[in-house]
Nanobody, 113 residues
């Protein structure tokens, strides 16, 4: 059974930082690209960062230069370092493989003073 468990979210001030962690299980993690997505109420879930199994990385323009995705295949874990946070980064954040599998619960990130 596939599981994604996200952690590391919470409240941060504008300009602050958070580091999200996602631990995956139930599939061969090292064979798949991994993505971070985010969703705000009333809007579609949006992919914001992706890392292939070979380490190729892409970002949505909204986070480019501020967020850093990385992975540790030995730990079945993908990370999202979020710096220079903005109020518009407030959302629920999810990780998933590509192709996607059943979603985890996600983790809330709130950027506010």
């Amino acid at each position: 059974q596939v599981h994604f468990v996200e952690s590391g979210g919470g409240l941060a001030p504008p300009g602050g930082s958070l580091n999200l962690t996602c631990t995956a299980s139930g599939f061969r993690f090292s064979d798949y690209a991994m993505d971070w997505h985010r969703q705000v109420p009333g809007k579609l879930r949006q992919a914001i960062a992706s890392i292939t199994n070979r380490g190729r990385i892409t970002y949505d323009d909204s986070v480019k230069g501020r967020f850093t995705i990385s992975r540790d295949n030995a730990l079945n874990t993908v990370y999202l370092q979020m710096d220079s946070l903005k109020p518009e980064d407030t959302a629920r954040y999810y990780c998933n493989s590509y192709p996607s599998r059943p979603w985890g619960q996600g983790i809330q990130v709130t950027v506010s003073s």
